[in-house]
């Protein structure tokens, strides 16, 4: 039954059945409404071992709204030269971390691995924005890997390009940047 | 006690006191339900959602701002191509998540590229460039339409937002088939009802749905396959159609208002190949969009000679719109 505004009483009024069935009907129907685009439960994933909130109650579940926005913060941290797994943190994350890990990983300048969890694999996108202060050209291309032959997991690897104002051209270069991750 | 879905009663049916405290309990989940994501006023309130979405139309002369929020305050243009947005702060901490689309292409002949500087709670630099010509990689600051979402911390205390209620107990309620010996627990229980709809209705419809310009009405991924766009998932988008080399025509259904805004993102190429190395830019111009239909140019760079050319690639986009 459709939500309708119900009275209020008095002293002695005769509150009948279907005043309180409206009244049932009316929370049931708000309930219906937040099924329909948020999660009206908590759903503990257990597997790989280790455990994880997959959904969680009151939180989004729309192919509309991102499943999680960070920002990368690589200018923060202190880089190793070469290294194929220097670790840096997220400045800030999606606030329940459930969907973007809290930590990535460099690959090479300017590749970087961000882990994923409980996503789609058909409909996941990534869109990529640089930070910057002015004259940079710069661009942030991103792909969904299902799985990735060195670790296990959906992933995202994403690749920073600048252009060298001397070569005139594209390489890869080491910049905070935002991401915004979508999904079903 | 969690949510429990109550079976109809009857007439000439005893209501126990059970009865009602589940009501209650039933509104206290609702309430915490809302609480999560949405703040005293029904707004969202998470970082998944932006705080604000709007327009900067670049006129030729000026910027101004259009289908946005309020609290994206006003635009400075500091000089060609860079564009200060200044935000209301209160609704914003210096950690925010900003997502910016070109809505521009001058010409429509050459990519438009931007990047950001959050300066402030109060202000955010955009900062656009655009390709001097296809044949070549040479960019210069230039100004352009852009759509921008700013996605920011939750700003709200956790905390209840309606009138607490206590459990009725045997014998003070529920008199045969009424509960007249206590009415404020039902007046209360009445008013926070009236109020928790209110604030779901603020930002969704009755059904649910999400009805604010903060979160996209719709969204689509779309794969090129050599000859035609392949939906691989759409919501609340018809359909997408080549038009011209780099050019793809995308239709919506009935419910959008121009100015909307559509941010793209070049996605990896699911059927040509699997190469995802390629530098890309896409770009939704706002002269484009109608009610129904709005064109993505999509750029591929070769890196063999250092130029750019237009080209068809996958995408996805997402597109905001004003509140029906």
Redesign the interface.
């Known amino acids: 039954m ?2 309708a ?13 279907q005043s ?2 409206q ?2 009907d ?13 999660y ?1 439960e908590s759903v503990a994933f257990l597997g790989f071992g280790f455990s994880s909130v997959e959904k ?5 579940d ?10 990368v913060k690589t200018s923060t941290v202190t880089l190793t030269t070469g290294s194929t797994s220097t670790v840096f943190w997220f ?2 994350i ?2 329940n971390g459930r969907v973007i890990s809290a930590q990535a990983t460099r690959i090479a300048t300017g590749v970087y691995v961000l882990p994923l969890a409980f996503v789609d694999d ?2 996941v ?15 942030v ?4 890997f299902a799985q990735m032959s060195s670790s296990p997991g959906p992933r995202v ?1 994403v ?1 920073l ?1 600048e ?1 060298n104002s001397s070569s ?3 390489e890869p270069a080491d910049y905070d940047f ?1 991401v ?1 991750l ?1 999904s ?1 | 006690m969690a949510f429990v879905t109550l079976t109809a009663k009857v007439r000439k049916n005893p209501f126990a006191f059970s009865l009602l405290n589940q009501l209650f309990a039933n509104q206290r989940d609702n309430e915490a339900l809302q609480n999560v994501e949405h703040d005293r006023a029904g707004r969202h309130n998470g970082l998944e959602v932006a705080r604000a979405v709007g327009t900067a139309y670049w006129n030729g002369v000026s910027y101004a701002l259009e289908g946005h929020s309020s609290i994206i305050s006003s635009l400075n243009r500091v000089s060609a191509g860079v564009v200060e947005v200044n935000l209301n702060s209160s609704y914003f901490q210096t950690k925010m998540v900003p997502r910016v689309s070109v809505m521009d292409n001058g010409t429509e002949s050459v990519p438009y590229i931007a990047h950001v500087a959050v300066n402030s709670a109060s202000k955010v630099t955009v900062y656009i460039h655009a390709l001097a010509a296809l044949a070549g990689n040479t960019w210069a600051a230039t100004d352009g339409t852009f759509a921008i979402a700013l996605h920011a911390m939750p700003y709200d205390p956790v905390g209840s937002f309606v009138t607490a209620i206590t459990d009725a107990t045997r014998g003070n309620t529920l008199g045969g088939n009424t509960i007249n010996t206590d009415v404020r627990k039902w007046n209360t229980f009445v008013q926070n009802q009236a109020n928790l709809r209110s604030r779901m209705m603020a930002e969704h419809t009755s059904a649910g749905a999400h009805n604010a310009r903060e979160v996209a009405k719709g969204a689509g991924v779309f794969s090129w396959d050599g000859a035609a766009y392949d939906s691989i998932d759409v919501q609340n988008v018809t359909s997408c159609a080549p038009i011209s080399t780099g050019r793809a025509r995308v239709t919506i259904p009935a419910g959008y208002t121009t100015p909307y805004q559509v941010f793209a993102q070049a996605d990896y190429r699911r059927q040509i190949d699997t190469s995802w190395a390629d530098l890309t830019v896409v770009n939704v111009p706002r002269s484009q969009h109608t009610a129904t239909t709005f064109d993505v140019f999509m750029y591929r760079y070769d890196d063999s000679v250092n130029q750019w050319a237009r080209q068809y690639f996958d995408f996805a986009c997402s597109i905001h719109t004003a509140p029906t």
């Not at chain 1, 505004?5 to 009948?16: A, C, E, R, S, T």
């Not at chain 1, 969680?56 to 989004?60: I, K, L, M, P, R």
């Not at chain 1, 729309?62 to 920002?71: C, E, K, Y």
């Open positions: 459709a939500y505004k119900l009275p209020l009483i008095i002293q002695d009024y005769g509150l009948g059945f309180v069935n009244a049932a009316n929370e049931q129907a708000l309930r219906d409404a937040y099924d329909a685009e948020h009206v969680e109650f009151g939180a989004h729309s192919f509309l709204i991102p499943r999680a926005v960070a920002s400045d800030i999606s606030p058909q409909s996108w990534v869109e990529g924005l640089p930070r910057g202060t002015g004259s940079q050209v710069r661009i291309s991103t792909r969904y690897v690749r390009m252009r005139g051209e594209f935002d915004a979508f079903r």
